[in-house]
């Protein structure tokens, strides 16, 4: 069955602008509702009880994030601008109202909470059984893969994360990340700079069944 898309079933809304770095919601300062990505990227992260952050996700254009807010709860989760982002919103209460009279709405909506919640769970899966150099492999193929576009060599170019959010996104260390992005660098698995990430995915799924980074 294929996913239906909620911006059908939604009217034009606020539009909010930020700057690269710029917190849109969190602790504090609670959401406004759902929104979706119109340009740039958004990260959304959770804290640890240790005070260390964790990445959920990075959303693009198109992209709705922030459906925690649908539970009414206090935010448990931030999320902020890696580049220039713009973003349009709907408040709970509009969703509720735009529910009664779009039911097509609702089970958009849950389609993309059973999507996400099936996501997931493979990474939590990935965290329960692979080790850090395998984590860090698939996450790179999934943004990758998500985040990139065609290159003329084979690979996938997508917008620079640092390795400390990499590290986030992972669970581990900024200093681990480096050692193996080092590593995939000279095995010519991705190049990376302050602009951007390339990711060769044949070459790093090569590496990956030879025995790993470091084999």
Not at 54 to 74: H, I, M, N, R, W
Request: glycine content about 6%; hydrophobic content about 40%; charged content about 25%.
């Amino acid at each position: 069955m294929p996913l239906e898309d909620p911006l059908a079933y939604l009217p034009v809304s606020t539009i909010g602008e930020f700057r690269k770095g710029e917190v849109i919601y969190g602790p504090g300062s609670p959401p406004a509702g759902i929104y979706v990505v119109l340009a740039g990227h958004v990260k959304v992260c959770r804290e640890a009880e240790d005070g260390q952050q964790v990445v959920v996700d990075v959303y693009q254009s198109d992209e709705f994030f922030g459906e925690s807010a649908l539970l009414g709860t206090p935010p448990t989760e931030l999320a902020a601008a890696l580049d220039s982002v713009r973003v349009m919103s709907w408040k709970t209460k509009d969703i509720q109202e735009l529910s009664l009279r779009r039911p097509e709405l609702c089970f958009a909506l849950l389609q993309l909470s059973v999507a996400r919640s099936v996501e997931f769970g493979n990474r939590i899966q990935s965290f329960s059984l692979e080790n850090i150099e395998r984590r860090l492999a698939r996450a790179l193929l999934r943004l990758s893969d998500r985040l990139g576009a065609p290159t003329d060599n084979e690979g996938r170019q997508m917008i620079s994360l640092t390795h400390e959010f990499i590290a986030q996104y992972v669970g581990t260390s900024r200093e681990i990340v480096t050692h193996y992005m080092n590593t995939l660098r000279r095995k010519r698995c991705l190049d990376y700079s302050r602009k951007n990430i390339v990711v060769y995915e044949k070459s790093l799924n090569d590496v990956m069944t030879r025995g790993g980074i470091d084999a």
